[in-house]
Structure formats: structure tokens, C-alpha cells
């Protein structure tokens, strides 16, 4: 399996434009979760979506922040309008609903708005 | 409240030597626990993991120690090598959310390997 798999890698933008991250969870995974890490607060939740539904959105930090999860597959962490303090890594996990609740991480998007 | 912690921000290891890496916890109903190492510019790895009704675990050169009685839980690591600088972070399932899926992590301890 090709593990979680997140684009960009890395993404530079100016301040006020609309920064769009892309997750594709591992195949089988029905939990998918939205982290964004900083020297400053470490790994915090951002939101989770089970079976392509959002179940717990209580860590997105403002109204431009928004995700979404069309299908199994695939899932994006929108950013409109982007603000210097969102500079962080977003790092994409999903995990099995069956057995154990390890989460398997995406190598993340390092984000840096000017 | 609850909360997964880590004693020590960094610990430096001479290669070849063991490292012992602590974490405690509060949650005292905490029942799951998982170690993760992330290494720069990764994403966090999932090494072990140990359930409360286990108080030892064992994998390849790591070992996990989990003591209820005092809430402690450490990450053993054998004849430490260059490969295993990284951060590691401790996780349990977060209590206060009311679901086992979401993860509470701790701050991280920093594992530097000296040549």
C-alpha cells in the first residue's frame, strides 16, 4: 500500500490568496483526520470525518478554514482567506474503524503564507 | 485536564547505547497507548503500541513498559543507531472527546544519536 498520501508537499502563497491541501487516505481507512502542527502547539486536531462525513470540526481554528471529503478517497482542507499565522505543517491521518485506532500519517504539507 | 505528557524535551545517546524514553499520563481510565517517531520533515510513524491489560510489549529493538500503578509508560529503544534521531511522541485516546478515534499527543521528546 502506497500509505496516506498528501499534495502539495509544499505550498509558498501571499496572504489573503486561497491555499487548498489534498488527502487520499490509506484504501480501506474509513476515518480520515486534519492535523496542523506548529513548534508552538504542537499536533492539534483540526477535524475527522468518518465514512466521508465530518464528525468532529471543533478544532478548525476560524470560518476560513473548511473541509470536505467527496468519497472514500480523497479529501481537501480548504484555507480562504490565508493569513501568515496559518504557516504550518497540515499532516493528513486515517485509520480503521475495526480493531485498534492507530492512525497512519501522510507526509504532510509544509505551508508558508508571506 | 486529562493529559498525555512527556518529562524530558530532549535526550542525546551515544550509538550503540539503549535509550529509555518516558511519558506519563493522567487519565487513569486510560486504556490504549501508541508511540510515534517523526523524523524531520516526515510525517509521524506509528511504532508500537500497548493496551492497560499488558504491562510490556516488545517489537523490533523497542520495547514498551506501561505502569499503571504510577501512570507511567516508556519506549525502550536498543543499541540506539544514527536512524533513530527523531522526535516521539506519546498518544492515548482522547477521553474528553467522547470518541476513542481521536488521539491526544504529547508535547515530544527530541532523541539526538551522537556519533
Known amino acids: 500500500d502506497a500509505g496516506v498520501i498528501q499534495s502539495p508537499r509544499h505550498e509558498v502563497t501571499e496572504m489573503g490568496q486561497e491555499v487548498t491541501l489534498r488527502c487520499k487516505p490509506i484504501?480501506?481507512?474509513?476515518?480520515l483526520f486534519w492535523y496542523r502542527q506548529t513548534m508552538m502547539r504542537g499536533l492539534e486536531l483540526l477535524i475527522y470525518?468518518?465514512?466521508?462525513?465530518?464528525?468532529?470540526d471543533s478544532g478548525m481554528p476560524e470560518d476560513r478554514f473548511s473541509a470536505k471529503m467527496p468519497n472514500a478517497s480523497f479529501s481537501t482542507l480548504k484555507i480562504q482567506p490565508s493569513e501568515p499565522r496559518d504557516s504550518a505543517v497540515y499532516f493528513c491521518?486515517?485509520?480503521?474503524?475495526?480493531?485498534?485506532?492507530?492512525?497512519?500519517f501522510g507526509p504532510g504539507t509544509r505551508l508558508l503564507v508571506l | 485536564g486529562e493529559s498525555v505528557g512527556l518529562h524530558l524535551p530532549t535526550l542525546s545517546v551515544q550509538e550503540g547505547d539503549n535509550s529509555i524514553i518516558n511519558c506519563a499520563y493522567s487519565?487513569?481510565?486510560?486504556?490504549?497507548f501508541i508511540w510515534y517517531k517523526q523524523e524531520s520533515g516526515k510525517g509521524p510513524q506509528f511504532i508500537i503500541d500497548?493496551?492497560?491489560?499488558?504491562d510490556k510489549r516488545q517489537g523490533q529493538r523497542v520495547t514498551v513498559l506501561l505502569n499503571k500503578t504510577v501512570k507511567h509508560l516508556s519506549l525502550q529503544i536498543a543499541a540506539t543507531q544514527p536512524g533513530d534521531s527523531a522526535v516521539y511522541f506519546c498518544?492515548?485516546?482522547?477521553?474528553?472527546?467522547?470518541?476513542?478515534?481521536?488521539?491526544?499527543f504529547g508535547s515530544g521528546t527530541q532523541l539526538t544519536v551522537l556519533p
Open positions: 491521518a486515517s485509520s480503521l474503524s475495526a480493531g485498534k485506532e492507530t492512525q497512519y
Open positions: 484504501s480501506g481507512h474509513d476515518y
Open positions: 470525518f468518518n465514512n466521508n462525513v465530518p464528525i468532529d
Open positions: 487519565n487513569s481510565a486510560s486504556d490504549y
Open positions: 500497548i493496551r492497560s491489560n499488558m
Open positions: 498518544a492515548e485516546p482522547d477521553s474528553s472527546s467522547g470518541s476513542a478515534r481521536q488521539l491526544t
